[in-house]
T-cell receptor, first 112, second 115 residues
Framework: GDSVTQMEGPVTLSEEAFLTINCTYT??????LFWYVQYPGEGLQLLLK?????DKGSNKGFEATYRKETTSFHLEKGSVQVSDSAVYFC???????????FGKGTSLLVTP | DAGVTQSPTHLIKTRGQQVTLRCSPK?????VSWYQQALGQGPQFIFQ???????QRGNFPDRFSGHQFPNYSSELNVNALLLGDSALYLC??????????????FGSGTRLTVV
């Protein structure tokens, strides 16, 4: 099926540390890929996206590159801030193009 | 520009009851999807509405039904509530054009608690 696997959390980092959250997807076709962020008590916000192989999505210092050869879309940030503490979800568009298939989410806590 | 608006924000219902949740999509968006997010899990796709019809459905029983109105707003109805239906229900919208390239815009959700 159309599935996404992301690393389990929680991930705890000190401010200004480097962040990587791993995400892999099932390789049926070439789906659009997304990272969403959810702050406590809120809905999901689109963080970045990529629609084809080798595309790099970027926003607010976060980056992710669509890697077809490894079916991965890892999220990275060079220097995290306390305000980045949230739950991060990797998602792929289903082959039908209608549904988003989400990973289970990775909780990130950044300490001062 | 208002984003996706959902109501109510919180709701408590008793097992066996019925509930209706409401969603107004972002301006310019005509496609609405509903997701269920259990505590500590990723959202699960319930169904999507376009042109007032259910276009695709996820793995949810018939107790879950929906509707889309001519102004693109949508309702999610759940009958015969079970304790396991307790979750955050998220509405998401997008424009039809550029289907693959657009991310969905999500609302803040309705927190449903079944007791």
């Amino acid at each position: 099926g159309d599935s996404v696997t992301q690393m389990e959390g929680p991930v705890t980092l000190s401010e200004e540390a480097f962040l990587t959250i791993n995400c892999t997807y099932t390789a049926t076709g070439y789906p659009s890929l997304f990272w969403y962020v959810q702050y406590p008590g809120e809905g999901l916000q689109l963080l970045l996206k990529a629609t084809k192989a080798d595309d790099k999505g970027s926003n607010k210092g976060f980056e992710a590159t669509y890697r077809k050869e490894t079916t991965s879309f890892h999220l990275e940030k060079g220097s995290v801030q306390v305000s980045d503490s949230a739950v991060y979800f990797c998602a792929r568009l289903s082959n039908s193009g209608y549904a988003l298939n989400f990973g289970k989410g990775t909780s990130l806590l950044v300490t001062p | 520009d208002a984003g996706v608006t959902q109501s109510p924000t919180h709701l408590i219902k008793t097992r066996g009851q019925q509930v209706t949740l409401r969603c107004s999509p972002k301006s310019g968006h005509d496609t609405v999807s509903w997701y269920q997010q259990a505590l500590g899990q990723g959202p699960q796709f319930i169904f999507q509405y376009y042109e007032e019809e259910e276009r695709q459905r996820g793995n949810f029983p018939d107790r879950f039904s929906g509707h889309q109105f001519p102004n693109y707003s949508s309702e999610l109805n759940v009958n015969a509530l079970l304790l396991g239906d307790s979750a955050l229900y998220l509405c998401a919208s997008r424009p039809t054009s550029g289907q693959g390239g657009y991310g969905y815009t999500f609302g803040s959700g309705t927190r449903l608690t079944v007791v």
